[in-house]
């Protein structure tokens, strides 16, 4: 009986911290995402239990964030932030420059990509600052808010690396935006963002520059840049409504899409499970958003309100870019799916986005105990 | 932004922008729906059809080319299956590291290289090349066991063109080379891309070119599963090709070989046909070469070679040149003032040696004349005054018009090259033509002078060695034309039926049998008694000649200009013959370039082909030059 006591009392401990249904829909993405990358590489490399593996760590990393309470979080903050941006200095120094992007750090026994750390230190940074000047609140808060934000986006961005710098970013204008950045200046950036666009197509880089021209007419390069989007237009158009079924894609299968275990999971996912799983795949991110915001919109303090915030829309810029970008209505960058693509770095960090979102609800619930 | 702080109004606000994104956030996911519904339901059946183009690879497979034969079923071209040694360039990394590579294993020459790399700028990436052909057992196993070193490159076994008889009758075979540009032209035309895709050798000249779509055959597929890589992984259909259909020449290619032979190093060109169909019997273009060379792409030392020989091999003299016909004009002027009732078979001249007309004197080459001159006379003795006269007579429109339907001055439409482009015209001399021809009104006009040499075959005159005997042969047969041919019938590889090529005369000349009779009578006589008695002496059969010398600076070959200039000024050498002369079976135009006197040394060539060819006998070597002749042929 104490015995039984004993491993109750240790099990309710360790489930302490977990958000069922987050865990539920992001086990079922997963458990789809696996399946996946299994029908992808069944015909040479194998990934689905590499994958399993990552994901196993990432579930573990979770676990350890969950526990964390937010104001332990909040202690990371500009350690992390700063850390990140020096990191990124470097990068921009004396980075490994693989096929004409600067994007790896070399230390010694392996290689790190800074940015990737920046996905949860900039919503991190900025909920802090925001808390920080909670009552204070002036228009040079923002301007300062929007310095944090623009020095490692254009250190990324200068890599370059669109798609990270596009989440980086991403993640620190929602937590700007959901701290009440005035309506007047939002409309304002889109104007002056309109007024500039051909300028910042010049800033472009060529294949920057050729991905966009191939989004409009992929036909363009058919053997080039335009074959990714020609390879997986087609091999969703053909998936249908109900799909050619698990495993019986033979664009997949004849190795016409390429990069199709990563990036372009989608496309496999899709030849082979048609509309209907799209739309199911559709719901499944929208459940996931949907607790998030259910989080975030319970959330005790400002910081976790608007990290929980920032993150749970870091999850959606996630999925659109990519199903987007896959499906041909937005211009390729080296954007994952989230949950689904295979890749251990990627996951760990939404992972980490995961036990955070968890922090934030099971502490909300001790606090006001 | 107010100035005091009110956290239940932050706390809206921030619900409000979180409740703005949800909005968002289902916008952007509608989005999404709306496109994954326009890909996969509304244009689902356009994805659907490319993918399957994607997944499915229809490779063509080469039917076998139809096999030519002569006559009497001797083999002239056909195909041999043998080992190519191939590099697929986009599977095959670094090529001149592949290629050195390979050197070491298997023997590859510097021209196998070169040859290598004039195709690889022509070809696909995809597509495989040759770097060896006609590997022996030998290097084929050598290769084998070193396979795993080259990634891209594999042996195949591939069917080739050959010609066993090498440089026999290869101005009537022509032969097959490389796919060009203008090729290609030509398939689009016919509107027979389909049937070649995979086939990359086509006819070029002769026979090849002119019965390509017959000889092709017709392209099989095999329907594979193909990955992105191009490798085929599967087999889902095979449509098995159909061969070539099968040529049966009327050549008589022992004939062909012996009267390549009598000509020996001279330059020149025979037609011998059969009068009854109009069937080439013998077709010879002197000097020649081995179309055996073009089959694998020549190389441009032996292309070189060929194109600036002197003797100028690659030219085909039997359609392509142009020559006047001499004397052997005279029995076909004779024909047409009998026929247009100018002149009786007995109606005699005196010939004084000469003709004058107006302040011009035209000479005949015996001296003083041949005194009475009769038809029959002024054919076995060749006598230019009464020709002379006779085109007076005449006059130009009438000469054009009666040779005309002998087929002077036109394409005989052989069955050789394509379309019409491998065949001259000639020329033959009119008030129409020579408006055509000149530019300045006063070329233009034609002088009455100019009428009289045209009697004798010189002037304007200018008729290729095909049309002389084309006009021979329709004499021999009585005016009964059939267009020159070679292909007797054409075998079906489906239905193994045999498809005669030329069943039907062109024409009927309606010729009075009376004026034939003084005709071959009088070409009896020449072979007979006169100007081809000593070539002729001894013959077993009877048989009508005719002698021609034609001379090299009045040549009027537009399309052959090449070796008059080349060439010292001696005179080409005609004859034309047809035997047995109660009822021809051969009818023939020998044409010997810079031969001299017809007698000298284009009529032993033409006893030589009647000898073998009516009686079997085989002759012994070249025929040879009549040096004695030389003193009689005066007389033409």
Redesign the interface.
């Known amino acids: 009986m104490d015995i039984a006591g004993t491993l109750k009392r240790w099990w309710l401990n360790l489930i302490a911290h977990i958000d069922f249904p987050l865990l539920l829909i992001t086990l079922t993405i997963m458990a789809v995402g696996l399946a996946t990358v299994n029908s992808a590489t069944i015909d040479s490399t194998h990934r689905m239990l590499s994958q399993a593996g990552n994901m196993g760590f990432a579930l573990v990393v979770m676990w350890f964030v969950s526990r964390l309470p937010p104001q332990k979080l909040m202690n990371f903050a500009i350690p992390l932030y700063i850390v990140g941006v020096v990191l990124l200095i470097a990068v921009f120094l004396f980075g490994i420059k693989i096929n004409g992007a600067r994007r790896w750090l070399s230390i010694g026994f392996t290689r790190i990509q800074p940015s990737e750390i920046m996905k949860i230190a900039m919503p991190l940074m900025l909920a802090w600052y925001f808390q920080k000047y909670?009552?204070?609140?002036?228009?040079k808060h923002y301007l300062i808010a929007a310095l944090i934000l623009v020095v490692p986006f254009g250190l990324i961005a200068k890599q370059p690396d669109l798609g990270t710098a596009l989440l980086v970013g991403g993640a620190g204008f929602?937590v700007i935006?959901?701290?009440?950045l005035?309506w007047k200046i939002i409309i304002g950036l889109i104007a002056a963002g309109a007024a500039a666009a051909p300028m910042l197509w010049h800033a472009l880089h060529d294949y920057q520059q050729k991905r966009i021209l191939t989004l409009i007419d992929p036909t363009t390069d058919p053997l080039g840049s335009g074959y990714h989007i020609i390879?997986s237009?087609?091999?969703?158009?053909?998936?249908?409504?109900f799909g050619k079924g698990y495993l019986n894609g033979?664009?997949t299968h004849?190795?016409?899409i390429p990069e199709k275990h990563t990036d372009f999971i989608f496309a496999v996912y899709?030849e082979e499970w048609?509309?209907l799983g799209?739309?199911v795949l559709?719901f499944l991110?929208?459940l996931l958003?949907?607790r998030g915001?259910m989080i975030?919109?319970g959330a005790s303090t400002?910081f976790s309100?608007?990290l929980a915030?920032a993150i749970t829309?870091g999850f959606?810029t996630y999925a659109?870019i990519n199903?987007?970008m896959v499906?041909?209505?937005l211009p390729v960058v080296g954007v994952p799916l989230p949950f689904m693509s295979f890749g251990g770095t990627a996951l760990v960090t939404l992972f980490l986005g995961i036990g955070i979102l968890m922090s934030i609800h099971t502490h909300r619930m001790l606090v006001k105990k | 932004?107010g100035d005091f702080?009110n956290p239940e109004g932050?706390l809206d606000?921030?619900?409000f922008?979180?409740g703005f994104?949800?909005v968002l956030?289902?916008v952007?996911?509608s989005?999404?729906?709306a496109?994954?519904?326009w890909?996969?339901?509304i244009?689902?059946d356009?994805?659907?059809t490319?993918?399957?183009d994607?997944?499915i690879a229809l490779i063509p497979i080469v039917p076998n080319r139809g096999v030519i034969t002569d006559r009497n079923g001797i083999v002239l071209a056909h195909n041999y299956s043998a080992f190519t040694l191939e590099i697929t360039p986009s599977q095959a990394g670094n090529l001149e590291e592949t290629i050195d590579a390979l050197a070491s294993v298997i023997d590859i020459q510097p021209k196998d290289r070169k040859r290598f790399k004039r195709l690889l700028d022509e070809a696909k990436n995809f597509e495989s090349i040759p770097i060896r052909t006609r590997l022996t057992d030998t290097e084929v196993a050598a290769f084998a066991a070193q396979r795993y070193r080259f990634p891209g490159v594999e042996v195949k076994a591939r069917l080739f063109r050959q010609y066993p008889l090498g440089k026999v009758g290869s101005h009537a075979l022509g032969y097959i080379g490389r796919i060009t540009e203008r090729d290609l032209k030509w398939i689009e035309e016919a509107e027979r891309q389909p049937n070649y895709k995979g086939t990359d050798h086509i006819g070029k000249t002769g026979l090849e070119q002119h019965y390509e779509f017959e000889l092709h055959g017709e392209t099989g597929y095999e329907q594979v599963?193909?990955?992105?890589?191009g490798r085929a992984?599967r087999s889902l259909k095979r449509i098995p090709p159909v061969s070539g259909n099968n040529l049966q020449l009327t050549l008589d290619i022992k004939l062909q070989e012996i009267t390549e032979k009598a000509f020996g190093e001279r330059k020149g060109a025979l037609v011998a046909i059969e009068p009854e169909t109009g069937g080439i019997l013998a077709f010879v273009s002197n000097p020649t070469y081995d179309p055996n060379l073009f089959v694998d792409g020549i190389s441009p030392e032996n292309w070189k070679e060929l194109n600036e020989h002197p003797d100028k091999p690659m030219v085909n003299r039997a359609i392509n040149g142009a020559y006047p016909p001499g004397s052997t004009f005279k029995p076909f002027m004779a024909l047409a003032a009998l026929e247009t009732g100018k002149r009786t078979p007995s109606q005699a001249i005196s010939d004084p040696g000469f003709f004058t007309f107006g302040n011009h004197t035209f000479r005949d080459d015996k001296k003083g004349g041949h005194g009475s001159v009769d038809m029959y006379k002024s054919i076995v003795h060749s006598c230019d005054t009464y020709y002379y006269v006779l085109a007076n007579d005449m006059g130009i429109d009438n000469i054009a018009k009666f040779m005309a339907q002998l087929g002077f001055g036109q394409r005989t439409g052989v069955d050789l090259g394509k379309d019409d482009s491998g065949e001259s015209k000639g020329v033959l001399p009119s008030p129409e033509w020579k408006k055509q021809r000149f530019k300045r009104p006063e070329q233009q006009k034609w002088y009455a002078g100019e009428t009289i040499s045209i009697g004798i075959g010189q002037g304007y005159n200018a008729y290729t060695p095909m049309q002389l005997a084309q006009a021979t042969a329709t004499l021999a047969n009585n005016g009964v034309m059939f267009r020159p041919h070679l292909v007797r019938h054409i075998v079906d590889t489906k239905t193994e039926e045999k498809r005669q090529v030329e069943p039907k005369p062109i024409r009927d000349l309606n010729l009075k049998e009376k004026n034939l009779e003084v005709i071959h009578r009088s070409m009896l006589g020449v072979i007979k008694e006169g100007t081809g008695a000593r070539a002729f002496a001894g013959a077993p059969y009877l048989a009508g000649g005719k002698t021609g010398t034609a001379q090299v600076f009045s040549l009027k070959g537009a399309d052959y200009k090449a070796s008059a200039v080349k060439q010292h000024l001696r005179d080409h050498a005609l004859f034309i013959a047809y035997a047995p002369i109660d009822k021809p079976k051969i009818a023939l135009a020998v044409l010997v370039e810079n031969g001299g006197f017809g007698a000298q040394s284009a009529a032993p060539i033409a006893r030589m082909v009647l000898d073998y060819y009516l009686l079997g006998k085989l002759p012994a070597g070249a025929a040879k030059e009549d040096s004695d002749a030389v003193e009689e042929e005066r007389d033409e």
């Open positions: 909670e009552a204070t609140l002036r228009l929602f935006f959901l701290a009440g005035p390879q237009t087609i091999a969703i158009g053909s998936g249908g409504v033979t664009q004849l190795e016409f899709s048609g509309l799209n739309a559709l991110y929208t958003i949907g915001m975030a919109s400002l309100r608007l915030g829309l959606f659109f199903m987007g499906s041909g209505i | 932004m702080h932050d606000r921030f619900r922008r979180l994104s949800a956030v289902l952007c996911f989005i999404l729906l496109r994954f519904i890909l996969q339901v244009q689902h356009f994805y659907q490319r993918a399957e994607n997944r599963e193909i990955d992105a890589g992984l």
